[in-house]
């Protein structure tokens, strides 16, 4: 199978874009604040100092909510119990479902109360059993598909000092009532993967991860003449959907917005820097390319950029887009460039550009999927 992998540099001037809540201990530096109205940003600390992070999951609810942006894009319902969540689990109706995975295993309940709460909340019903112990209940199946799009969590680039911005809150009659919060200026790195394989396709064997659909979705893609897949364990979608939902999600990609405090440090989380390609089997193409360099700036690793299209030129399916944003690391742009070229076999007199804006390298992988649907997605 072939996967699409890429790497990208996230710039925050001054940004809190993923919080943990309210500090429940002393800041490392040992002093308190004066306020009880004091929020913490996510960090991992290590012996080389304190790095901000981003959840994968803030980032991938930042893309859910950016592809409801997309053209045709229609995100999956959702059902709130007391203590879990869950979508309607249907892969077949929704891409959100496809290619974000789901787990909907709603435990025993009673069948018709149960249904007609999902009905109301645009939810299917779900294949069960009767509960041996109770005739009045009914055990649910649990469907598992693991996710084609995967993330990393975004690290800082390098080590800050956090800072510590004061603000209150004026607008009435009294005293002003304070608050603060950490913020941090640094760039933010992360990894991800889409199994291009696994897009459109859906498993219903008994096992964790793979079952898909149940009799009540199995009936429903009969219906709709999915075509068999890997000897009539899964159905797949016509290649032509398969394809469009790649492309939803290099467009939601190409205009995510999102994170925490942008009121107040509004951040642009759009890439500043993006590294891609495709290439057959899982293993990550990019992912030693950027490191943080002696100021804590991001730093394009020519040699490991050059070292991945050796040891993986076997397997390449694709050319490396690349896009860096002018203005930002300008002072590389004339090495990355150069080894682009190099390993693209360009010529000097060759005048294509190779190193665009970021927004223009993800259109660029949208485009050759048309060209290339078939092999990519084979």
Known sequence: MAFLSGIFVID??????NNSGKFPWLPLDGSASNHDNWVAVKKVHTRQGTFPYVSAQAFRSWLRESLKGVEGWAPS????????????????????DDLFGYMRAPGSAKLEAKEQAWKAKGL??????????????????????????????????APVELGRDYGNMSRQDGDPVPHEHEFYRTALLGVFSLDL???????????????????VLKAVAVEKNLAPYDD?????????????????????????????????????VTPRFILMGVSRGGNHLFATTVTGGSKGEPVVHLEALREADRVYKNTLLSRFY???????????????????????GMTEDDKTQILVHPVEAIRAVAQDLDQKAGEWLK
């Open 12 to 17: 925050c001037p001054a940004s809190a874009l």
């Open 77 to 96: 319902p959702v059902f709130r119990e007391e203590k879990v969540a869950y979508t309607d689990a249907d892969p077949i109706t929704y891409a959100d």
């Open 124 to 157: 299917r019903a779900q294949e069960s059993t009767k509960d041996k112990n109770d005739k009045d209940k009914a055990n649910f199946v649990a469907l598992t598909r693991s996710s084609p799009f995967r993330v990393s969590t975004l690290v800082s680039v």
């Open 197 to 215: 394989g696994m897009v459109g396709r859906f498993y219903h064997v008994n096992r964790t991860g793979y079952r898909h659909l149940d009799a």
């Open 232 to 268: 009539g364990r899964a159905f797949e979608l016509p290649l032509d959907e398969r394809k469009l939902r790649v492309k939803q999600l290099l467009d939601g990609l190409a205009q995510i917005c999102g994170g925490a405090k942008l009121a107040l440090h509004y951040t642009d």
């Open 322 to 344: 690349a896009g860096l944003a002018q203005g930002y690391l300008d002072s590389q742009r004339g090495g990355v460039e150069s080894a682009l070229r190099t390993i693209a």
